[in-house]
């Protein structure tokens, strides 16, 4: 009877452990911040969001921790890039949610140099626009009774990247120049959107060292282009970029690829506007 009992006790522990919906809100895991945004956005009080990627920490460079790679395993949804965050893809392999998976809903570049695929498909506001549809029918899917919530934040969320759309779009008509000099090759979706030549310093990881040829070609086309600006970025080393903007005597100034959560009151909205009127100044848009 006491064996029976303690074993009782053990099963009725797992089964209350056995995700963190359990407890109430449903759970969702996202990678990274602007995958984070898109499901506040869609999700709003309904659900619990969790970017597994903490402010200052490169997305590139996650390495989930055993709280973490639990959260992932027990997660309602979880919303991810493949290829981006290897911690992340081993522990998606294991999780008992539905997943959400960036290129099951949008094609991605090929990596302008190096192998594999570009994965900063989030800065362009259209192609955010398709991941958000694709993530909500994943949530809804997971949660059916939340569908009117879900779809209700999903439509508030498709119109505020249209009028981004607009705005980049209006913003970027008419520039002196269109070559845009980058830290690393994060930028190129926006470049394709909006009609800019982006020149990257380093390749699509931000730990890539450039070689000497190439500093050299990045230093011919940005005096061809006579650009103004050459731009870095808040979490990887501005060193490179420095050097080149003395060597060319222009100013620098720092352009998010928004991978990470930013503090205070700014969101992926804002801080792609603070991008659109660097690139207007720097470019001599009018």
Not at 24 to 45: M, N, R, T
Not at 84 to 91: E, G, I
Not at 208 to 218: D, W
Not at 223 to 247: G, M, N, R, W, Y
Request: glycine share 8%; aromatic share 6%; with cysteine.
């Amino acid at each position: 009877m006491v064996k029976h009992l303690a074993l009782v006790l053990v099963l009725a522990a797992a089964t209350a452990g056995c995700g963190p919906q359990s407890a109430g809100k449903p759970v969702i895991a996202a990678s990274f911040y602007p995958l984070a945004w898109i499901a506040q956005q869609v999700a709003g009080d309904r659900a619990k969001v969790v970017n597994l990627t903490s402010p200052g920490t490169e997305p590139h460079d996650l390495e989930l921790t055993v709280s973490q790679t639990a959260t992932v395993t027990n997660a309602r949804v979880v919303f991810y890039e493949a290829g981006l965050q290897p911690s992340v893809d081993a522990a998606v392999e294991n999780t008992t949610g539905k997943v959400a998976e960036v290129s099951a809903f949008v094609g991605l570049l090929p990596a302008a140099r190096g192998k594999g695929t570009d994965p900063h498909v989030w800065l362009d506001p259209t192609q955010m626009s398709k991941i958000a549809n694709g993530f909500t029918a994943t949530l809804i899917a997971a949660d059916p009774d939340g569908e009117e919530t879900y779809r209700s934040g999903l439509a508030v969320l498709q119109r505020q990247l249209a009028q981004l759309d607009r705005e980049w779009q209006r913003g970027l008509s008419t520039c002196t120049t269109r070559t845009v000099i980058v830290s690393h090759d994060a930028f190129e979706y926006l470049g394709r959107r909006y009609d800019l030549t982006i020149v990257p310093i380093a390749g699509v990881s931000p730990d890539a060292e450039p070689s000497a040829q190439q500093l050299a070609k990045v230093k011919q086309i940005a005096q061809d282009a006579k650009v103004t600006t050459i731009f870095t970025e808040p979490l990887v080393s501005s060193a490179l970029a420095d050097t080149l903007a003395k060597d060319l005597g222009v100013t620098t100034q720092v352009l998010t690829p928004i991978e990470n959560e930013p503090g205070g009151e700014a969101d992926y909205l804002s801080l792609m506007r603070g991008n659109l009127a660097l690139l207007r100044t720097a470019n001599g848009c009018s």
